[in-house]
């Protein structure tokens, strides 16, 4: 399991968690270029005055950084310096920083150490959390990678003071998700406390991370490599997510956006399927219309667009399975499952347009 503190500060911390692990003190530590500029001088202050030597990488902030091109020009640093197997790396960023620096340690020399410094919200309850690492490849998203756990997770929720509102919001659909997928009354805590965690207060925002980063853990840790179909329900509303992602060219509305849409259709075919009743329905689909999604986006890549298109677009998601989508969907509120049996096209479009009259 890794070691995981959620506190502020907490890079004070990392000395002891090194010692407490037997792991040298030699490390790799990746920032992208915005990450870089808001923390590696205290974060290296903190290095150097615990005793740790360190190389810093320094890569692009976008999502194409996540490529076979950067990681092998990390890899020529990483030689160049002379980082061998008693080396690890520390990923501090959002989740570009952390799947690729991950991807880099699970395969640099055959396997080093990863510790994750989780600095966008998305990161601190999903992306860090779980052991996935992966690059993109021009044919898909995350298709190439690895499962390699961070040893050590450090989360700061203080470094999301200078996160733009948006990236916020986006880490919150997956904080959302969370409640929905397996803990009720943690829905309950988000409807009270929803404009104190999103203005990042205490205790609720450090609350809402601690809740998130337990429920992803015990989802992972029941089915780590995906066999079981137990961590399929991480990917409630994602099928929908994918088709508004790609209807959007991945480029628009952010992954949490899309996931917010997706949520509200997969609530809307929880219920068309009989699963959970329309008040339910509509308490998911409340809380879902206080994240201020940009109506713009919504009336382009969702309004706009015929179901038959969006489940058009659907069916590259990868987690479809002898050529249908199997969705991930509600028994109840806090009770996801994955529903194996294939479900009729007309099911699906009636859901979409329920959903669609919710956000008109
Ligand atoms: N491995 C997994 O299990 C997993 C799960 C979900 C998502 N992901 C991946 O995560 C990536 C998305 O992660 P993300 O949403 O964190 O995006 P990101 O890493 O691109 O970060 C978003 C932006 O915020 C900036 N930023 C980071 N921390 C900041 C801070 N504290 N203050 C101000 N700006 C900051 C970044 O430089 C970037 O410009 C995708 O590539 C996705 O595939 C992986
Ligand atoms: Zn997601």
Not at 13 to 20: A, D, M, S
Not at 266 to 276: D, F, R, V, Y
Not at 297 to 305: D, E, G, P
Request: proline content about 3%.
């Amino acid at each position: 399991m890794s070691e995981i503190i959620i506190e502020t500060p907490a890079i004070e911390q990392i000395g002891i968690l090194y010692n407490k692990l037997g792991q040298g003190k030699k490390v790799a530590v990746f920032y992208d270029t915005h990450t870089a500029k808001l923390f590696e001088k205290d974060i290296s202050q903190e290095l150097n005055k615990q005793g740790f030597h360190f190389i810093t990488i320094v890569i692009e902030a976008k999502e194409s950084s996540k490529s076979f091109e950067t990681a092998f020009k990390v890899y020529g640093d990483m030689i160049q310096a002379n980082v061998d197997r008693s080396w690890s790396v520390i990923a501090v960023g959002g989740g570009v920083v952390g799947d690729l620096a991950g991807f880099v340690a699970a395969s640099f020399m055959r396997g080093i150490p990863i510790v994750q410094i989780p600095t966008t919200l998305l990161a601190m309850t999903d992306s860090s959390i779980g052991g996935k690492v992966a690059i993109n490849h021009p044919l898909g998203k995350n298709m190439i990678g690895f499962f390699h756990k961070p040893i050590i997770i450090i989360i700061d929720p203080a470094y999301l003071k200078s996160l733009p509102k948006r990236e916020i919001y986006g880490g919150l659909a997956e904080v959302l998700k969370y409640a929905l997928i397996i803990d009720e009354e943690f829905l309950d805590y988000l409807e009270d406390y929803f404009d104190e965690i999103v203005a990042l207060k205490s205790p609720y925002i450090e609350e809402a991370i601690a809740r998130s980063v337990d429920a992803k853990v015990k989802v992972v840790n029941d089915d780590y490599k995906e066999q079981s179909g137990i961590r399929a329900i991480l990917n409630f509303g994602h099928t929908f997510a994918h088709a508004f992602e790609k209807l959007s060219n991945f480029e628009d509305m952010r992954h949490g956006e899309a996931v917010l849409l997706g949520m509200s259709c997969a609530s809307c075919l929880s219920e068309t399927l009989g699963n959970i009743s329309s008040e339910t329905t509509s308490r998911i689909n409340d809380i879902i219309l206080r994240f201020n999604i940009d109506p713009a986006l919504i009336q382009t890549y969702f309004l706009n667009v015929e179901p038959a298109a969006i489940i058009e677009n659907m069916k590259s998601d990868k987690k479809k399975a002898d050529g249908y989508n199997r969705f991930t969907l509600l028994e109840d509120v806090g009770r996801a499952y994955l529903h194996y049996e294939r479900i009729d096209e007309e099911d699906i479009t009636d859901a979409i347009e329920q959903a669609k009259a919710v956000f008109r």
